[in-house]
């Protein structure tokens, strides 16, 4: 199944790119636009279908959840890099870049970014309440501390994306567009990071659920005989995985009588 996820990803990733040449050559996005929204769409599906969500006993909320936390995460991070990249190009420029067409591009930016940030939290929050069970779970193991290391990175964006709406209810001037410039490029630099640790969490065995430890722990325990002339050995290793495991010898004669516990 993963094989097959990942051409197809591969397949449509190919389309979205192909749209966007024919777009740029012959100007017709709005003829290729849609098409290539509907594979970026469906590339995206490949990403939640391989998931962890997708491995929920009732995967289709989780899989929802997880679609649109995607979806939103792309139109940040996707607009703050083509943002970013116009911000820098305008560097090379022999004269400054319009501070009025900054504030024109970040406003219209911003109302995108906020609807993303909403999605992102209401999502995020549901995703982690699925995944995330105990107080413990947080700490005790990778997929927590990924997780909790994630929330902080994104924790800084928000408040490098607060200043930027801050910056932008003042007037625009050179100095303000040189600030916003270097603000949007460090929010950048922290959603690459993001991506980062999200690409971490995919490949990170999420916390298992009560009622999944409970079942390991009933299906864990090693039990074995053996038997050295008139003595029988009865033997117990629980919970039988890497760490701590607690090991159980009975020792008894062939008339069953127990002998001791060791």
């Known amino acids: 199944r993963l094989g097959a ?70 139109m940040w991070l996707g607009g703050l890099l083509a943002l970013a990249a116009w911000l820098w190009a305008g560097r090379g420029r022999k004269t400054d870049m319009d501070p009025n067409e900054i504030w024109t591009v970040l406003g219209r930016f911003s109302a995108v970014a906020t609807a993303s940030v909403a999605i992102l939290l209401a999502t995020g929050i549901a995703n982690s309440l699925i995944r995330i069970e105990t107080p413990s779970d947080w700490l005790d193991g990778a997929y927590g501390r990924v997780l909790l290391a994630k929330i902080a990175l994104v924790a800084a964006m928000l408040g490098v994306a607060g200043l930027n709406r801050v910056l932008l209810r003042r007037r625009p001037d050179p100095r303000a567009a040189q600030r916003a410039r270097r603000q949007v490029i460090a929010e950048t630099a922290l959603g690459l990071a993001v991506m980062v640790a999200t690409a971490t969490l995919t490949q990170t065995q999420p916390p298992l659920s009560a009622s999944a430890r409970e079942t390991r722990d009933a299906l864990s325990v090693f039990e074995g005989f053996a038997s050295a002339g008139d003595l029988q050995i009865h033997a117990l290793v629980s919970p039988n995985r890497v760490g701590v495991n607690q090991f159980t010898l009975h020792l008894s004669h062939n008339d069953k009588d127990r002998k001791s516990n060791v």
Do not use: C, E, Q, Y
């Open 5 to 74: 996820l990942t051409l197809a990803r591969i397949a449509l990733a190919a389309a979205v790119l192909g749209a966007g040449a024919l777009a740029t050559r012959n100007r017709s996005f709005r003829i290729v636009g849609p098409f290539a929204f509907v594979a970026g769409l469906m590339a995206l599906l490949t990403f939640t279908a391989g998931s962890h969500a997708s491995a929920n006993a009732l995967p289709f909320g989780p899989m929802l959840s997880d679609f649109a936390h995607l979806l939103a995460a792309g």
